[in-house]
């Protein structure tokens, strides 16, 4: 079940990345997360960068996919 909950959390929930993020609102701009705006520059940076890693690795494999489709086979369809 440690394992299962691991992947869980860590790796399908990016909880090591809003850890990061946390961590970098609160010790280098100087803000607490708990507050409207320490909670809102956390929130738009984690989902930020989320988006875009999870947009890369989409596009990586969809490219991945359709290079084993020559464009020949895919007009016969």
Known sequence: ????????DQIL??????DLITLFVENLLGLN???RL???????IYDT??????????????SYI???FPP???KKY
């Open 1 to 8: 079940m440690g394992i299962f909950t691991f992947f869980t």
């Open 13 to 18: 929930g990016m909880k090591w990345l809003s």
């Open 33 to 35: 997360v708990a507050s």
């Open 38 to 44: 320490g909670g809102s520059i956390q929130f738009f």
């Open 49 to 62: 960068i989320k988006i875009f890693l999870l947009l890369s690795v989409l596009i990586f494999f969809i």
């Open 66 to 68: 359709q290079s084993y």
């Open 72 to 74: 020949e086979r895919t």
